[in-house]
């Protein structure tokens, strides 16, 4: 059973410039236990797709079609009308209780002026019962134990400017697991980490799947960070899922001419002779993206239909799916 689904989700942010596409028409599903990898460059859409599960979208942000279904119920806010309170009060009871999200910064999304106690202790008073300060004491060390934070009771006493990123970066995932949640998402959790940390960090996101069976989210841009954590990989540009399959079916059977590109992108130390090659071009302005792939500026191997109308999607296997030209015509 899926725990999160997603259908046809189409997000956009007003601007005086006009509407920026930045999420269209999405599908995309996680089941429980299992740790899904949304992978692609900056601005592809990968964030405010989940932003908009979440329900934290800015202002100017709206939801103008789609479906979203958390655990069975409908939390998409457009099946909402006229219920708006109803949806909001919804969503604050399972916000950081039944799904929780790990922030991309954690140089500044922890409060500098609050104690790391009082914002591990915070989802615990808004979502479970009252508690007395030793018993929530007694929670804050065993999270940071749990996330392989040395001395936590020491920890506790400290502000974030005492702690280093990585240091920090597991107290925005032990604020996470405080409720235990269903869900996680967890938005590029090893940017600006150094490469022991991020193993580091990793591995903790696997233990969250083992020890809580949580199903988790990895928003990346790096293929490289999913390569032993993913179960199944989406791959977006553009705000549209050009891919999608399990790991091995997108490491060694990728066939979006994006897929290949953000693989050779990738270091391989088994393969003595590879090179890394960059994409060359930019990424399309979502003001007026093109009415056929998103890519289709940047591919070598674009045709003139490609830039026309988007692919339908071709099911390769029972879980290896995508939306290309090429596969169509026979070149892949």
């Not at 410039?17 to 599903?29: E, H, Y």
């Not at 540009?237 to 091995?248: F, L, M, P, Q, R």
């Not at 066939?255 to 890394?276: A, F």
């Amino acid at each position: 059973m899926s725990l999160l689904e997603i259908k046809n989700l189409k997000t956009s942010f007003v601007t005086e410039q006009g509407m920026v596409q930045a999420v269209r028409n999405i599908s995309l599903s996680v089941d429980e236990g299992e740790i899904v990898g949304i992978v692609g460059e900056s601005g592809s859409g990968k964030s405010q797709s989940m932003y908009s599960v979440m329900g934290l979208l800015n202002e100017n942000g709206v939801i103008e079609e789609g479906s979203i279904i958390f655990d069975g119920k409908e939390i998409c806010p457009i099946h909402f009308k006229g219920k708006e309170k109803e949806w909001e009060k919804y969503m604050e009871d399972i916000r950081g209780n039944t799904i929780a999200m790990i922030f991309q910064d954690p140089m500044s999304f922890l409060n500098p002026v609050l104690t790391i106690e009082k914002q591990l202790v915070e989802p615990i008073l808004n979502h479970r019962k009252k508690l007395n300060r030793d018993q929530m004491h007694t929670i804050a060390v065993e999270l940071l134990t749990r996330v392989g934070i040395p001395s936590p009771a020491e920890r506790l006493k400290q502000y974030p400017h005492q702690l280093s990123g990585g240091m920090r970066q597991r107290v925005i995932i032990a604020i996470a697991l405080a409720c235990s949640p269903k869900l996680i998402i967890a938005d590029e959790p090893t940017t600006a980490l150094d490469v022991t940390i991020q193993a580091k960090i990793l591995e903790l996101i696997k233990d969250m799947r083992k020890n809580i069976g949580s199903g988790v989210i990895l928003i990346t841009h790096d293929l490289g960070v999913v390569a032993s954590t993913c179960d199944r990989i989406y791959i977006m540009y553009g705000g549209k899922i050009v891919e999608s399959g399990t790991a091995d079916e997108i490491f060694y059977e990728g066939v979006h001419p994006y897929t290949k590109g953000l693989l050779d992108c990738v270091n391989n130390p088994e393969l003595d002779d590879h090179e890394l090659r960059p994409i060359p071009g930019s990424p399309p302005d979502l003001l007026a993206p093109p009415a056929g792939c998103p890519f289709v500026d940047r591919c070598e191997h674009a045709m003139k239909i490609c830039k026309l109308y988007w692919p339908k999607e071709k099911v390769l296997t029972g879980t290896h799916k995508v939306n290309c030209w090429l596969t169509e015509k026979g070149s892949i």
